[in-house]
């Protein structure tokens, strides 16, 4: 089977056969994948018209595009300059940007993780998203320019994340995915390329990756204990000059493969309740508390065990917990 202009299909039997063996069996999540393999693929190409609109200026064509991407479903869009580093390797294109789309997840689908509902809420923002780019595509070639659909769901061209962070649709998080400042981390992503000359975004600084380096909700709550401490000092950096957090794939896909895939750093992520800090009353407030994080004191457990509580003794052999943090 191929898909996209001759590209073979993804594929993902054996990528799963790589990670230790797919259990996943829920007949929605089979159903939905059916219908992007069988029915979007077969719409990814589309005939270009041959008369051309003439926008007044890229700044009006990038509004129009993005305005319509909105009308087709789309929750956030960015537009970017497509480098090399963007493709997949062996992969190329003949466009010069890509648009680049997230489509939100529902946050009350992942309230127990991993489960069927969110593994399939995972699947039907891909179906979801691979409506709107497909819609996007054909309308760009209405337009009579040429582009490519670059779906969700593995088999585009294009790297969706680093694009994502170009075209300014959030921060790297230290789960690995991008966390938008409205939004929190709970969307996917997809993509349209084309050569509409539009007016770029440019990446943010939300302080999001800032807040990361004080956070570990996610990195406590992975079951795979895939998500790092540290940032990799010798791997790569992103816009804002900071060290990438780096999943241990390793370990996070051979658990996702078996478990509704996963998807627990997503929910747990604190930027999801970023939105949700009114008082009582219902009016605005700081959106996030500061919290001063000194160094813990010793445990003590001279209480007599009639008298406490029960509780688990979390890293008692681990000496290292109890160094001074150090200050930022
Ligand atoms: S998907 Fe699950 S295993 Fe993978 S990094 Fe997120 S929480 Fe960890
Ligand atoms: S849970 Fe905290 S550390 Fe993890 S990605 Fe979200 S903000 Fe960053």
Same mark, same amino acid.
């Given at each position: 089977?191929?898909?996209?202009? *001759?590209?073979? /299909?993804?594929?993902?039997? &054996?990528? !799963?056969?790589?990670? =230790?063996?797919?259990? $996943? @069996?829920?007949?929605?999540?089979?159903?939905?994948?059916?219908?992007?393999?069988?029915?979007?693929?077969?719409?990814?190409?589309?005939?270009?018209?041959?008369?051309?609109?003439?926008?007044?200026?890229?700044?009006?064509?990038?509004?129009?595009?993005?305005?319509?991407?909105?009308?087709?479903?789309?929750?956030?869009?960015?537009?970017?300059?497509?480098?090399?580093?963007?493709?997949?390797?062996?992969?190329?294109?003949?466009?010069?940007?890509?648009?680049?789309?997230?489509?939100?997840?529902?946050?009350?689908?992942?309230?127990?993780?991993?489960? *069927?509902?969110? /593994?399939?809420?995972?699947? &039907?923002? !891909?179906?979801?998203? =691979?409506?709107?780019? $497909? @819609?996007?595509?054909?309308?760009?070639?209405?337009?009579?320019?040429?582009?490519?659909?670059?779906?969700?769901?593995?088999?585009?061209?294009?790297?969706?994340?680093?694009?994502?962070?170009?075209?300014?649709?959030?921060?790297?998080?230290?789960?690995?995915?991008?966390?938008?400042?409205?939004?929190?981390?709970?969307?996917?992503?997809?993509?349209?390329?084309?050569?509409?000359?539009?007016?770029?975004?440019?990446?943010?600084?939300?302080?999001?990756?800032?807040?990361?380096?004080?956070?570990?909700?996610?990195?406590?709550?992975?079951?795979?204990?895939?998500?790092?401490?540290?940032?990799?000092?010798?791997?790569?950096?992103?816009?804002?000059?900071?060290?990438?957090?780096?999943?241990?794939?390793?370990?996070?896909?051979?658990?996702?493969?078996?478990?509704?895939?996963?998807?627990?750093?997503?929910?747990?992520?604190?930027?999801?309740?970023?939105?949700?800090?009114?008082?009582?009353?219902?009016?605005?407030?700081?959106?996030?508390?500061?919290?001063?994080?000194?160094?813990?004191?010793?445990?003590?457990?001279?209480?007599?065990?009639?008298?406490?509580?029960?509780?688990?003794?979390?890293?008692?052999?681990?000496?290292?917990?109890?160094?001074?943090?150090?200050?930022?």
């Amino acid at each position: 089977m191929t898909l996209n202009n *001759n590209i073979p /299909a993804f594929n993902w039997t &054996e990528w !799963y056969e790589g990670v =230790g063996g797919r259990t $996943i @069996n829920i007949p929605d999540v089979e159903r939905i994948m059916g219908e992007i393999r069988n029915k979007q693929a077969q719409r990814f190409n589309g005939p270009v018209s041959s008369q051309k609109k003439i926008f007044n200026s890229s700044k009006e064509a990038a509004k129009h595009i993005k305005s319509k991407a909105k009308e087709f479903g789309a929750d956030l869009v960015g537009i970017c300059e497509i480098e090399s580093s963007d493709l997949y390797e062996g992969k190329t294109t003949n466009e010069k940007y890509a648009i680049s789309i997230g489509g939100k997840m529902l946050y009350t689908s992942f309230t127990n993780v991993p489960s *069927n509902q969110s /593994a399939i809420e995972c699947v &039907e923002v !891909y179906h979801r998203l =691979g409506e709107v780019v $497909i @819609n996007l595509a054909n309308y760009i070639r209405s337009l009579g320019y040429t582009c490519e659909v670059e779906h969700p769901v593995g088999d585009s061209n294009l790297l969706h994340i680093p694009v994502a962070l170009k075209a300014g649709l959030g921060e790297l998080g230290r789960h690995g995915s991008i966390i938008n400042p409205e939004l929190g981390p709970l969307f996917r992503l997809g993509s349209v390329t084309t050569s509409i000359p539009m007016e770029i975004d440019q990446p943010i600084d939300a302080g999001i990756a800032a807040f990361c380096d004080n956070c570990k909700a996610c990195r406590i709550y992975c079951p795979a204990d895939a998500i790092p401490d540290e940032r990799d000092r010798f791997g790569k950096k992103d816009h804002l000059g900071n060290y990438l957090y780096r999943v241990d794939t390793g370990k996070c896909f051979p658990y996702f493969a078996k478990h509704e895939y996963c998807s627990a750093c997503l929910p747990t992520c604190v930027y999801n309740h970023k939105d949700w800090a009114t008082d009582f009353e219902g009016n605005k407030v700081k959106k996030y508390p500061h919290v001063i994080m000194e160094t813990p004191p010793k445990p003590f457990d001279g209480v007599s065990t009639e008298k406490r509580h029960n509780y688990p003794k979390f890293n008692r052999d681990n000496p290292k917990q109890y160094l001074p943090r150090k200050k930022k």
